[in-house]
T-cell receptor, first 114, second 116 residues
Framework: DQQVKQNSPSLSVQEGRISILNCDYT??????FLWYKKYPAEGPTFLIS?????DKNEDGRFTVFLNKSAKHLSLHIVPSQPGDSAVYFCAASRRPGTASKLTFGTGTRLQVTL | GAVVSQHPSRVICKSGTSVKIECRSL??????MFWYRQFPKQSLMLMATSNEGSKATYEQGVEKDKFLINHASLTLSTLTVTSAHPEDSSFYIC????????????FGSGTRLTVV
């Protein structure tokens, strides 16, 4: 049972444009969400997070939006850069405690073209 | 920022042998570490939660006798794949979270295990 889903396995965006990566979840107990960037044969790198008490969190070029009623979140990258090309995973947990485990989505491969 | 070191990055072993993977938090203490497994082009699947000074908590379907986890100190957790078989070949990743940190889990660089 895939509780966190990323329905787009891949996305291609032109440099300078906005990249929008989507993520849906089914478990209403999730209240903390994170986005990670991952290169092949490397561990994921934390990008940005959001708790369920917010609907938006922004950090530089990265903005995460959360729609709790729709159980949907998205990551916006603007402007997109070639170095952003990687696989992006969204993840969810029940609470941001040290022992809270993460449930990962299936990933979206972003390709930023020149 | 928080750094998690994972070693080795790549290992090839023969079927039937055991392999140990180390995960260290370099500049913070981690009472809890997590071990994940990733198959090619798939998501990261949590295998177990490693608790310092106590037994690990395994996810459903993960054989605790095959994947031995030891968390002997606040900065070190090890995963030992015992009697490895080719189907154990995968990418294994550990993670930890610094208490009071920005709620971002820090991941190791992963270990590519190939069993021949």
């Amino acid at each position: 049972d895939q509780q966190v889903k990323q329905n787009s396995p891949s996305l291609s965006v032109q440099e300078g444009r906005i990249s929008i990566l989507n993520c849906d979840y089914t478990n209403s107990m999730f209240d903390y969400f994170l986005w990670y960037k991952k290169y092949p044969a490397e561990g994921p790198t934390f990008l940005i997070s959001i708790s369920s008490i917010k609907d938006k969190n922004e950090d530089g070029r990265f903005t995460v939006f959360l729609n709790k009623s729709a159980k949907h979140l998205s990551l916006h990258i603007v402007p997109s850069q070639p170095g952003d090309s990687a696989v992006y995973f969204c993840a969810a947990s029940r609470r941001p405690g040290t022992a809270s485990k993460l449930t990962f989505g299936t990933g979206t491969r972003l390709q930023v073209t020149l | 920022g928080a750094v998690v070191s994972q070693h080795p990055s790549r290992v090839i072993c023969k079927s039937g042998t055991s392999v140990k993977i180390e995960c260290r938090s370099l500049d913070f203490q981690a009472t809890t570490m997590f071990w994940y497994r990733q198959f090619p082009k798939q998501s990261l699947m949590l295998m177990a939660t490693s608790n310092e000074g106590s037994k690990a908590t395994y996810e459903q379907g993960v054989e605790k006798d095959k994947f031995l986890i030891n968390h002997a100190s606040l900065t070190l957790s090890t995963l030992t794949v015992t009697s490895a078989h080719p189907e154990d070949s995968s990418f294994y990743i550990c993670s930890a979270r610094e208490f009071g940190g920005n709620y971002g889990y820090t991941f190791g660089s992963g270990t590519r295990l190939t069993v021949v």
